[in-house]
């Protein structure tokens, strides 16, 4: 696997893939990509097939066997709700072209398995082999007596998991230093209030600007990270809204009041990153 669009919802694969020679000419022109991307000009699917063995006696390939090199651009359904913590399945499906070939789907032992899968951002955590049928009824146009094909289908899926170094060091820390500059200014003497909201307000935007340069990625609802940053920008808001109070008339008349502000301001924000970093584990593991 070299690359992963979760926009357009495509990737990019290379594998090997191994045909029986049993005399009845059995070649992978008979098989069919089921989820391999359509080039809108052509209508044919983009994949690119090398031939490295016929069946022929080889030295280098056993005999009988073919083998070809498959590459090309495959279609899946992220669930982005967790993004960037994320856990994705990626399939290749294959069908026959014709309904009237035998195809059977032969997988080796789990053992005897290749697990070596290289992914560009991906780290791989699981393999299987599917195989499926379905069941065409089809209807004769002179005799009307209904019939039903069979038609089998099968696919080679990698459970991947996706890298998130990349993602702390670029915006997870990053947004940690922006939240720690944010709650230190609230130690800040109330008579240098200016000095305070400047802070405050300035945190605020650089993590909507960390935010807006993010690379964009199209969901249906809102994801892991697009929670991160609300989370974000609630503590800053409010931050700011108890510091605008704490220098209010209102709150200067009534001491046990500015106290209680003040105990909210130097509590209640750590105690809410706290519940926040718990869901963001809980919701990277999958445990809502």
Not at 33 to 56: C, H, K, M, S, Y
Not at 269 to 282: D, E, S, T
């Amino acid at each position: 696997m070299h690359s992963v669009n979760d926009n357009d919802k495509t990737f990019s694969a290379e594998f090997y893939l191994s045909m029986r020679d049993d005399g009845q000419q059995n070649s992978i022109d008979l098989v069919e990509f089921a989820n391999a991307v359509i080039n809108p000009e052509t209508n044919d699917r983009q994949v690119t097939v090398r031939t490295l063995a016929n069946g022929e006696k080889s030295e280098a390939y056993p005999d009988g066997m073919k083998i070809y090199h498959v590459a090309g651009r495959f279609l899946f359904q992220p669930n982005l709700e967790t993004y960037p913590f994320d856990t994705q399945r990626f399939s290749i499906n294959i069908r026959p072209k014709r309904g009237d070939t035998p195809f059977i789907v032969q997988p080796p032992p789990i053992n005897l398995r290749d697990t070596a899968v290289d992914a560009d951002g991906w780290e791989p955590r699981d393999q299987y082999v599917g195989y499926d049928e379905d069941y065409v009824t089809t209807i004769d146009a002179k005799t009307h007596q209904p019939s039903i094909v069979p038609f089998y289908k099968g696919s080679f899926v990698w459970i991947m998991e996706r890298e998130t170094t990349d993602y702390f060091l670029r915006v997870v820390v990053p947004l940690l230093f922006i939240m720690a500059v944010a709650y230190v200014s609230i130690f800040i003497p109330l008579t240098h209030f200016e000095a305070i909201v400047t802070i405050q307000v300035t945190a605020l935007l650089s993590a909507v600007a960390l935010y807006l340069s993010l690379p964009t990625i199209e969901s249906d609802g809102t994801t892991l990270s697009d929670r991160i940053f609300l989370f974000a920008y609630l503590a800053v808001t409010v931050m700011i809204a108890i510091s605008v109070l704490r220098i209010s008339s209102f709150v200067s008349e009534r001491p046990q009041l500015r106290l209680a502000l003040s105990i909210t301001h130097v509590i209640f924000i750590p105690v809410l990153a706290l519940v926040m970093a718990i869901y963001v584990q809980r919701a990277s593991m999958g445990l809502g």
